[in-house]
């Protein structure tokens, strides 16, 4: 009988992580903490910042609006507002395409 790993994946993610992830300063994170009510990260007892998945999925929205798509804050705001889901699903198909479009290029790389 073969032992299979548990793959013990992480809950929380600090700032600078997430500031890496999107390639951003923290300090913009902060901002957009400030801005948008969906941003809301615990905090330990010193205060840092600890964001889940589902943070950081909100914040990959509001960067895809703002950075990618070009709206101002009020703009972003009124979208996540009105079509919170459908921006989600078309980030999430977005992501997915990159990742194949990914593989596939490491296919290509790979052919002799």
Known sequence: MAYKEKKIEKKYFSIGEVATQLNVSTSLI?????????????????????FTKEDIENVKLIYHLVKEKGYTLQGAKEMLKNNHASIHDRLKLI???KEIRSFMV????SLP
């Open 30 to 50: 902060r901002f957009w903490e400030n801005e948008f009510d969906s941003i809301k990260p615990k905090k330990n007892r010193k205060g840092n910042r600890q």
């Open 95 to 97: 992501d997915s395409l």
């Open 106 to 109: 490491e296919m290509k790389n």
